[in-house]
């Protein structure tokens, strides 16, 4: 599944209601994406993350692509977002 960065906004939204870095609290995420697409970084042979990184101090959150896929259809199927 190909997640678009309005959908991963939605499900981090829709989860935390606005995540803040845990080192500087601030909300200045960033993350990498490929014509509004997130790009998918492969960790091990079986795992496909999502890298976010706080744009203020730097620090680095992966999420697992596989759940957060399966939450983002859940969503939408609910029509929760």
Not at 9 to 22: I, R, S
Not at 44 to 55: E, N, S, V
Request: net charge neutral; proline share 4%; hydrophobic share 35%.
């Amino acid at each position: 599944m190909q997640i678009s960065l309005a959908d991963w906004t939605k499900y981090l939204n829709f989860v935390t209601n606005g995540l803040d870095c845990p080192i500087c609290r601030r909300q200045k995420w960033e993350t990498s994406t490929t014509d509004d697409l997130l790009d998918e970084v492969p960790v091990a042979p079986d795992r496909r993350m999502i890298f976010m990184r706080c744009g203020y101090c730097g620090h680095v959150h992966f999420f697992d692509r596989e759940l957060v896929e399966d939450r983002i259809r859940w969503i939408k199927a609910n029509r929760l977002s």
